[in-house]
């Protein structure tokens, strides 16, 4: 099976902070996107990528950046944290068109 | 624009209960359907992806069919147990790319 690792399960930032967090995939997939999760408005999608060093917007990627710059890994990044960007942020990977996706575990960020 | 919308937003039964959990998608021009299991704080579990050519797809307790002419998928759970409290999403593809679009989810609860 897949499995996609998220590294931090809970992360607590103070605002203006420049805040990492990592995907790593452990099978040859492709396509590895970040989405956020907040109640009452679902997941959303940040950004994704589908291949090294290449990456698209998805429908709210302001405040956001990614990296990629190994197939395995898909790196988002917030410029300056924010309070707005406290959320639920979950990882996904797919090999293919007509493929699922595999999510990681998810990472909680709180930003005060 | 792809829409996904699951009904009822909550469900509560008693354990043993056959229940079943609604998705409806407003283009059917798609190519599989996911559904997932999420228990709080946590990342999402794949529970079966139907592709366009299936009508359903089975996993142990688990049976999900897929309409795409009225655009709907529906997931059937035979004798539920407390242990299959969480929340359900159902998720599908935009047209002709990788990005999911996922609906706002059942959250579930069995009680003993």
């Known amino acids: 099976d897949v499995k996609v690792t998220q590294s931090s399960r809970y992360l607590v930032k103070r605002t203006g902070e420049k805040v990492f967090l990592e995907c790593v995939q452990d099978m040859d997939h492709e396509n590895m996107f970040w989405y956020r999760q907040d109640p009452g408005l679902g997941l959303r999608l940040i950004y994704f990528s589908y291949d090294v060093k290449m990456k698209e917007k998805g429908d709210i990627p302001e405040g956001y950046s990614v990296s990629r710059e190994k197939k395995e890994r898909f790196s988002l990044i917030l410029e300056s944290a924010s309070t707005n960007q406290t959320s639920m942020y979950l990882c996904?990977?797919?090999?293919?068109?007509?493929?699922?996706?595999?999510f990681g575990s998810g990472t909680r960020l709180t930003v005060v | 624009k792809q829409e996904v919308t699951q009904i009822p937003a909550a469900l509560s039964v008693p354990e043993g209960e056959n229940l079943v959990l609604n998705c409806s998608f407003t283009d059917s021009a798609i190519y599989n359907l996911q559904w997932f299991r999420q228990d709080p704080g946590k990342g999402l579990t794949s529970l079966l992806l139907i592709q366009s050519s299936q009508r359903e797809q089975t996993s142990g307790r688990l049976n999900a069919s897929l309409d795409k002419s009225s655009g709907r998928s529906t997931l059937y759970i035979a004798a539920s147990q407390p242990g299959d409290s969480a929340t359900y999403l159902c998720?599908?593809?935009?047209?002709?790319?990788?990005?999911?679009?996922f609906g706002t989810g059942t959250r579930l609860k069995v009680l003993a």
């Open positions: 996904a990977t797919t090999a293919r068109l007509g493929y699922g996706y595999t």
């Open positions: 998720a599908v593809p935009t047209s002709g790319t990788y990005k999911y679009i």
